[in-house]
């Protein structure tokens, strides 16, 4: 069965400092693997995919992720994050067939102290 | 950017009665979802609905909760008899056919006494 684990509940980081999430997937092959945000009060946002190709892939806010298939890790990185950055993000993974049936990760909370 | 849109935003009920929690899908999109999440716990996958039907559903949705789309914009969740342990929040989330975007709602927290 498919599973997500991000190890880390919560993150402090100073603004100005760079940012790792990490995220470490379970699936019977390579899915499609994405990074949510969730600001508070706000629904999910999608800060990035990976399908296929470059394993690094670009995201939104100033965000990267990268794929690395030897470890079924896709971490999330931003260099220098912003007190805008506070927020859960979340790891996911789902099918390459249609359907969307997205499993989730625990989420990780990022502080950001000024 | 388009929104996907949960209404209310928050729903106390009693145990025993029924819910409906509403959202309006970003109107060009043809697959839409549910999703809820326990507090504490992960964000758990809940019913894909395509072309009227439902297209799968995990084994939280049981017989207990069925959705619909009354109309060309609406997407219900209906619980029929709530039980304690349906307090989440839940997301709905619509995408267009033929691409991987999942867009989701602010949610609306279910919170039954």
């Known amino acids: 069965a498919q599973s997500v684990t991000q190890p880390d509940i919560h993150i402090t980081v100073s603004e100005g400092a760079s940012l790792e999430l990490r995220c470490n997937y379970s699936?019977?092959?390579?899915?499609?693997l994405f990074w949510y945000v969730q600001s508070p009060g706000q629904g999910l946002q999608l800060l990035l995919k990976?399908?296929?190709?470059?394993?690094l892939v670009q995201g939104i806010k100033g965000f990267e992720a990268e794929f690395k298939r030897s470890q079924s890790s896709f971490n999330l990185r931003k260099p220098s994050v912003h007190w805008s950055d506070a927020a859960e993000y979340f790891c996911?993974?789902?099918?390459?067939?249609?359907?969307?049936?997205?499993?989730f990760g625990g989420g990780t909370r990022v502080l950001v102290k000024p | 950017e388009p929104e996907v849109t949960q209404t209310p935003s928050h729903q106390v009920t009693q145990m025993g009665q029924e819910v409906i929690l509403r959202c309006v899908p970003i109107?060009?999109?043809?697959?839409f979802y549910w999703y809820r999440q326990i507090l504490g716990q992960k964000v758990e996958f809940l019913v894909s609905?395509?072309?009227?039907?439902?297209?799968?559903k995990s084994e939280i949705f049981d017989d207990q909760f069925s959705v619909e789309r009354p109309d060309g914009s609406n997407f219900t969740l209906k619980i029929r008899s709530t039980k304690l342990e349906d307090s989440a929040m839940y997301f709905c989330?619509?995408?267009?056919?033929?691409?991987?975007?999942?867009?989701f709602g602010s949610g609306t927290q279910l919170s039954v006494l």
């Open positions: 989330a619509s995408r267009v056919q033929g691409a991987e975007k999942l867009f």
């Open positions: 699936y019977g092959a390579t899915p499609y």
């Open positions: 990976y399908f296929s190709g470059d394993t």
């Open positions: 996911a993974v789902g099918p390459k067939a249609a359907g969307n049936k997205l499993t």
């Open positions: 109107s060009n999109h043809l697959y």
């Open positions: 609905f395509y072309n009227n039907e439902i297209s799968e």
